[in-house]
């Protein structure tokens, strides 16, 4: 593995950034939770992973969210980056720390540890470009690849269909981008516009209700290890004929 | 128990009582204060045995010295003695004192606060209930300690004896209770810009402080800072409980406990142990993996600690030194930690030496992994496993029912193990083996992007196939550990459809069979892409019961499937089609029109329609409908094909409809073209349409093809395409008698600019009025002449043929009324002149009552158009006048203001202004502007 060092640089620097990034996030947090030391109720983080194709707008997507800012400039991502917003969901306080990725990226550069611990991942494309909807299946396996979550079946993901301002240059009918989720577990989709705001504010809302439930219920599910193993080969060939997934 | 330290002696019997040590590591020298105020340096002797000592100051302070602290890079000793803060320079042999804080006199204690976010060094103070903070910085013109505000919360109502910094984070005890500090560089003061403008002074620099309190004590107090493990202990009695560097308790509770055997006076910590000081010179020795008691030694009158070099600790005695080193008894204490199963702290103390070959600290971890493994820690175990880069294959001969046959089994596998064990194995191995692939894709897609920016070496290549081979068998395995694992089989897929993926096209293939796993068969044919046996799949389980629902339906699989493949594999396309067409013709019509993508577009329509010929020529109609309606092709060959076909259908139809309903086109009974039940109906109106809006088929052959004695619409609109209105009109009138109808024909033809298509009103007004009477003089057309002469034989055969069986009545009161309705569009007075002379006048009325009324109009519009002329006429009359009363007099004098000679005989213009040139030099001048 002793090739390509000079290329190793690069991505040394990425996970050295976004480590500190992560330092400063834990001294913010606990600062913020010592001021908040009166409210007993834990505050919760949620990790949002937001995955596409290069231009499709993850990162105007998450400006808009977090800062209400729309830039038309187009500036591409280097590594990764996150910003946080505290959301209300049944007056429980929820951080969603949005980590915006690099579509210029090739899968792999972000490293397993990255994708591990997302609560949710939030894929991205661009309705005017049919391209960036192709590739939705190939981050979609690059991330449970790595991310191996525990019950990849009901992992929660949510599509977002951005750039439905430019209607006329729609390339992705709304009906495509719904029979894909389809085939993927009834994953829910959005169409959004980051420039104009639309519908940003509801998806990110429903992210956050989701990752929240499928938290709540994977402590359940999963108290030490997974428990749902099953140990009789029988009932295993068995399900495996009636795969209705 | 096993010796971790020995001690040694580093002085012994000093005249006087040692009240502190500080050790300076990069000078390798202990620094040891005296009660008298002394300072004794001892380093280590040149020939590398014991210490000797190298210093002495006498003079250093004249009270007792009860703190030293070296600060390394600022070449600073800082000392606390009789309350005052005093910093000495720690190059300098009489350890010269370079300030001293004034402000504070009754110094308590104090640290050193280095904040992460600036290299600046800080001491945080403490006297008389306060903590102080102050900065080492320049202050007219020389180094010196400056206060900086530090805002606080006061928590606590005692002095602070006992202070430690981490990062931000500042720990110290006051009373019998722990706090924190959260410390915040006071950000609205930094940037606030300064309003007056003594910008001499910047803006103060200023703190805040979050105290909280942590817990109580009742003894000595005692913080650890813990960094490596990012921890800090605290002494509570006898017990150190531990927080991590926030100062926050682990949530499930006092997992992070020692327990020394009585109250220690001091701890230090030497990774990875705590020494503790206990009382009558006792030294116990802690690990900090399970607190386990690990060495107790007695050093007559022991009382103080001191960190030296890593795995060196210093202890003070009242007039004795010690240095208590592990190096000495590393190597057994390593093997007898690793014997004892003690890989934890085996490794840390390897990690902490330089003693220890890679190649040996390897060995224990592989060691230590092995062990975790067999301890059932998998995931730890893996953890270690990747951290020393273990061959992949070691690891997973571990689980030999992933591996295929023929590698060799070994003893302490995980099938000895118990189903649920396995299970959790596997999933760790899952993990595990998802990181190493992605490493190695990662490592492979650099290669490839090198070789593409031709940077590659032989060496790379070498390296990259090792690589490849190593993918391949992760990814294989990482398929069996999924298949395996029966909560992830939603993996399997994605794990197939990864581009990167490696896995040898046989051994996945072979693997999916036996698991009878047919729908990550079918995504691992379509990733790679062959085709065949992916198609033949959904063929196969299309014809199943029992099939996966994945497999419902498989024939709109098989459609799309072909939609997607392209021009390239048309043969292969093709082959499949014709079953898909076979089954479901709607569908298999969808795979050539599909608009999803570009794909079917592209396709080579002249290849689609000749297989549909053959293959299916049910098919041929929806196809070509789809390619010239929807996709617009303009080539006559498809136009011409998809009028044959449509052609050869209605004739078809038509000879069993009008066997089914024999009077269906019966005078009494007429259906309209179109009309017609069922199917015939349809394609007779899409016939129509077609007919109607194409102009790249050729009429004379659909005449021949089209079946006698009937299709008359069709022919109507054939002929209107040759401009034959009068036999058009003729069918219309004679054989439909649809009036309407040919009415939307001569709207469908009429057009006023053209010669022929202008008269078709005409000619309909004369169809009805003259029925039996074909040829209008102005209109014959000489049968040789046109190129259609065949058509005009088949033609005049049917008219003929109608002409036979009746004579037709002519319709003088339509023709009236058509006159009345297009009396703009009809020229007036030919047609007035057809009407059979027996007309009564009553029937002409309204005709001749629009007629005039058309007439009248167009008559006044002409008026106005006349007048309208005649005004634009005067107008330009009037100013040829004007020009015309223009008087030139051209003289002898008169001169040309060009070239400025007489003007004479020659031509020449005249200005508006009134002068003259000659028109050559006008061209001239005017060329010369224009060059």
């Known amino acids: ?245 | 128990m096993f010796d971790a330290y020995t001690p040694n002696e580093v002085a012994l019997r000093l005249p006087v009582e040692v009240t502190c040590l500080a050790f300076h590591e990069s000078k390798q020298t202990l620094l040891a204060g005296g009660q008298a105020g002394h300072l004794y340096a001892y380093s280590i002797s040149a020939n590398r045995r014991g210490f000797e000592l190298t210093n002495i100051c006498k003079t250093f302070h004249k009270k007792a010295v009860m703190e030293l602290k070296v600060c390394q890079r600022e070449d600073l000793l800082l000392c606390v003695s009789d309350g005052q803060l005093m910093a000495h320079r720690l190059s300098d042999p009489e350890y010269k004192v370079e300030t001293l804080i004034h402000k504070i006199k009754k110094v308590q204690t104090f640290a050193r606060f280095s904040p992460k976010t600036s290299g600046d060094l800080y001491v945080i103070v403490s006297s008389v209930k306060r903590l102080y903070l102050f900065k080492w910085g320049e202050k007219d013109g020389h180094k010196e300690f400056i206060e900086v505000a530090l805002d606080y919360n006061p928590e606590f109502g005692d002095t602070p004896t006992h202070i430690k910094c981490v990062g931000e984070m500042v720990f110290f005890s006051a009373r019998n209770q722990y706090y924190s500090m959260t410390m915040q560089k006071d950000k609205i003061a930094a940037r606030t810009p300064p309003d007056d403008k003594s910008a001499t002074s910047p803006i103060p620099e200023g703190w805040n402080g979050f105290v909280k309190s942590l817990v109580n004590f009742n003894c000595k107090p005692g913080i650890i800072p813990m960094i490596d493990r990012r921890r800090v202990a605290f002494v509570r009695n006898e017990t150190v409980v531990t927080t991590d560097i926030w100062g926050n308790r682990p949530v499930n509770g006092f997992s992070d406990e020692y327990k020394f055997s009585e109250v220690p006076m001091q701890i230090v910590y030497d990774s990875p142990y705590l020494v503790g000081m206990l009382s009558k010179g006792r030294v116990e020795i802690r690990s900090i993996f399970d607190g386990q008691l690990v060495q107790t030694m007695s050093l007559p009158k022991a009382m103080t600690l001191c960190n030296g070099a890593r795995g060196q600790v210093f202890v003070a005695a009242t007039s004795d030194i010690w240095i208590m080193d592990t190096s000495q008894n590393l190597r057994k204490n390593v093997s007898h930690l690793i014997q004892e199963r003690e890989f934890e702290m085996a490794i840390q103390l390897a990690d902490n030496s330089n003693l220890f070959a890679d190649e040996h600290k390897i060995e224990i971890k592989k060691k230590a992994a092995l062990n975790l493994f067999n301890q059932k820690k998998f995931d730890e175990s893996f953890a270690l496993f990747g951290e020393i880069k273990t061959e992949v294959l070691t690891i997973l001969r571990m689980f030999p029912e992933l591996l295929p046959d023929g590698f060799q089994k070994v003893a302490g596998t995980v099938s000895d193990m118990p189903a649920n064990d396995r299970m959790r194995a596997l999933l760790a191995l899952g993990n595990y083996l998802s990181e190493i692939r992605t490493e190695h894709a990662k490592h492979i897609d650099l290669y490839h992007r090198l070789r593409a920016s031709g940077q590659a070496k032989k060496a790379d290549t070498e390296e990259m196939e090792k690589l490849l081979l190593t993918l391949r068998v992760v990814d294989t395995t990482l398929l069996r550990c999924y298949i395996k694992v029966n909560t992830k089989p939603a993996l399997v897929d994605s794990l197939i459809r990864l581009q990167s993926n490696a896995c040898t096209f046989e051994d996945a293939k072979k693997i999916l069979e036996t698991e009878g796993r047919l729908r990550s068969l079918f995504i691992l044919y379509e990733s790679r892409k062959k085709h065949e046996m992916a198609l033949d799949l959904l063929i196969e389980q299309s014809s199943r019961p029992d099939a996966d629902p994945f497999f419902d339906d498989a024939t709109q699989q098989i459609v799309e499937y072909l939609q997607s493949l392209g021009n390239s594999n048309l043969p292969l396309i093709l082959k499949y089609a014709k079953w898909v067409l076979a089954k479901d013709l709607d569908a298999g019509v969808q795979i050539f029109t599909s608009d999803e993508t570009e794909m079917a577009r592209n396709l080579n329509r002249k290849t689609v329609v000749e297989f549909m010929k053959t293959e299916c020529p049910e098919a041929m109609i929806p196809y070509l409908e789809h390619v010239i309606f929807k996709w617009e092709e303009p080539s006559s060959f498809f136009h011409e094909t998809l009028l044959e076909y449509y052609v050869a259908r209605v004739n078809s139809l038509f000879k069993d409809y009008v066997h089914a309903f024999p009077d269906a086109y019966s005078d009494e009974n007429i259906t309209r073209a179109g009309d017609e039940d069922g199917e015939l109906g349809i394609i007779r109106k899409r016939l129509l349409r077609f007919l109607e809006i194409s102009h790249s088929y050729s009429p004379q052959t659909v005449l021949l093809q089209l079946a006698p004695h009937a299709f008359f619409e069709e022919r109507a609109l054939i002929l209107g395409r040759l401009k034959q209105h009068d036999q058009a009109l003729a069918l219309y009138v004679n054989t439909l008698k649809n009036i309407p109808a040919a009415e939307d024909y001569c709207r469908l033809y009429y057009n006023s600019n053209d010669e022929t298509n202008s008269q078709v009103y005409l000619l309909l007004f004369r169809a009805l009025v003259h029925p039996n009477q074909h040829h209008h003089p102005r209109l014959q057309v000489d049968p040789d002449s046109t190129p259609f002469g065949s058509f005009r034989d088949d033609v005049s055969e049917t008219s003929t043929l109608a002409n036979s069986t009746s004579s037709y009545q002519p319709d003088v009161n339509t023709a009236i009324k058509i006159l009345a309705k297009y009396a703009d569009k009809i020229d007036t007075v030919a047609a007035l002149n057809m009407l059979p002379a027996k007309t009564p006048l009553r029937v002409v009325f309204s005709a001749i009552n629009a007629v005039i009324q058309t007439t009248g109009r167009q008559a006044s519009t002409r008026k106005m158009e006349k007048s309208v002329s005649q005004c634009a006429m005067s107008k330009k009359l009037e100013r040829k006048n004007r020009a015309q009363a223009t008087k030139i007099i051209v003289n002898f004098s008169s001169e040309c203001v060009v070239c400025e000679k007489k003007i004479a005989v020659s031509a020449f213009v005249r200005y508006p202004d009134g002068r003259l040139a000659h028109l050559y030099c006008h061209n001239d001048s005017q060329t010369g502007i224009r060059t």
Request: proline share 3%.
């Open chain 1, 1 to 245: 593995m002793s090739i390509l060092i000079s290329l190793f640089i690069f991505d040394i620097s990425i996970s050295s950034r976004s480590l500190l990034g992560f330092q400063f996030f834990c001294f913010q947090r606990n600062t913020a939770s010592i001021t908040t030391m009166s409210g007993t109720r834990k505050k919760a983080l949620l990790k949002v992973i937001i995955l596409g194709d290069s231009g499709v707008g993850k990162t105007s997507l998450m400006n808009q969210y977090v800062n209400r800012r729309f830039s038309n400039q187009y500036k591409a991502t280097i590594g990764a980056d996150f910003l946080t917003r505290d959301v209300n969901i049944d007056d429980r306080t929820v951080t969603l720390q949005i980590w915006d990725t690099a579509g210029q990226e090739r899968f792999q550069s972000l490293g397993v540890a990255f994708y591990r611990g997302a609560d949710c991942c939030v894929l991205a494309f661009d309705v005017t470009n049919a391209a960036s909807f192709k590739s939705l299946d190939s981050w979609r396996d690059e991330f449970l690849i790595q991310a191996s979550p525990r019950d990849p079946d009901h992992f929660p993901f949510v599509l977002l269909g951005n750039k439905v301002d430019l209607e006329s240059q729609r390339a992705v009918s709304s009906k495509r981008a719904q029979s894909w989720c389809q085939t993927k577990g009834n994953i829910p989709y959005y169409e959004v516009s980051a420039k104009e705001a639309l519908n940003v504010e509801a998806a990110f809302l429903a992210i956050a209700r989701d990752a929240l439930a499928r938290e709540s219920q994977e402590t359940n599910d999963f108290p030490e290890f997974p428990d749902q193993i099953r140990l009789n080969p029988n009932q295993q060939n068995q399900q495996n004929s009636g795969c209705n997934c």
